[in-house]
């Protein structure tokens, strides 16, 4: 499946995944698993009852190819738990290679949006402060458990995502 602004019932669930997953992730700090546990469930059940849509093996790979393509991240206490599993969602939407072209232009994104947090911050203009991971008093607002910059990631998906739909339909 290529990324197209083909209006499709796959196409609304994915984007209504990632704009409450962005809303939430920014105001909240986490992705809730109650929408990417229903938003899954949709995906899955569209792939196997409308017609049009992406087939049930390629929900599942690229449900499958999210998820492995952040774990790694994860793993190292790089991301939160809730940034691997709503690519994996929206991998089930998308499809395998679609997901890939996700996950890099979110890296490309989330990468730049870091960037100028840090220029910003080290600046003394940044208006919203990355939140450190440790919840200690006086911790420094650049540390976190792995000494990085943490960024509300979903917000760096659902933004990518954007860009590579209107891309598409160029």
């Known amino acids: 499946m290529s990324i197209s602004l083909q209006f499709s019932a796959g196409m609304v669930g994915m984007v209504t995944t990632l704009v409450i997953a962005a809303w939430t992730d920014w105001t909240r700090w986490r992705v809730p698993n109650l929408l990417l546990g229903v938003s899954a469930a949709v995906a899955l059940a569209q792939a196997a009852f409308l017609p049009y849509s992406i087939s049930v093996p390629d929900c599942l790979l690229g449900g499958l190819t999210g998820l ?37 232009a979110t890296a490309l994104v989330g990468g730049l949006w870091g960037i100028v947090l840090v220029i910003r911050w080290k600046a003394g203009k940044a208006t919203r402060q990355p939140k450190p991971r440790v919840r200690s008093e006086g911790a420094p607002p650049l540390r976190g458990v792995a000494g990085g910059l943490v960024i509300p990631y979903g917000v760096a998906m659902a933004i990518a995502t954007s860009v590579l739909l209107f891309a598409s339909a160029l």
Request: no cysteine.
């Open 68 to 104: 492995l393509l952040f774990l790694p991240f994860y793993l190292v206490r790089g991301m939160g738990a809730g940034d691997v599993k709503l690519l994996a969602v929206v991998g089930m939407y998308a499809g395998p290679l679609t997901t890939f072209k996700i996950a890099l």
